[in-house]
């Protein structure tokens, strides 16, 4: 239970922390025990720090300082966000190619080489043709 005194009022008004009259500029702001309480939800995944900021009727920044406290004083260690990491893709030749390209002669070899540069010379140009002759174009200009 919240108490709020109005300046110049004579008399004290008592309001539950439910109700949707409380004014939090007037009232107390919450107890370590709250304030702990808050940051659990928000260490522990149950709410986000916007959503607590919405519910508790604070910033998103004093909901982040309610996550620390509550961290510091379990000494927790740091949450890090889920991060979309993009892995660059692998250009190593599986074992079977590689047997492949060892068993080549001379000159498949040189051919093999000279249609990769010509299939890599069309991608930077934008298209592909597949082995029936069919163009694919990949943009609508000059990508310079």
Do not use: H, W
């Amino acid at each position: 239970m919240y108490r709020r005194c109005i300046m110049g009022d004579s008399e004290d008004t008592s309001l539950d922390k439910d109700s949707p009259e409380v004014n939090r500029r007037l009232t107390m702001k919450y107890t370590k025990e709250e304030r702990l309480d808050i940051g659990r939800r928000i260490y522990n995944g149950e709410i986000s720090r916007y959503q607590a900021a919405e519910i508790y009727d604070i910033s998103e920044q004093t909901a982040r300082d309610y996550m620390r406290l509550y961290r510091d004083a379990e000494q927790l260690p740091p949450k890090r966000a889920a991060r979309n990491t993009i892995k660059a893709p692998s250009f190593q030749t599986c074992p079977a190619e590689m047997e492949e390209l060892e068993s080549m002669t001379k000159e498949q070899l040189i051919q093999e080489l000279v249609k990769a540069r010509i299939t890599e010379a069309r991608l930077k140009k934008g298209y592909e043709v597949k082995g029936d002759g069919t163009v694919i174009l990949y943009g609508n200009g000059n990508t310079k």
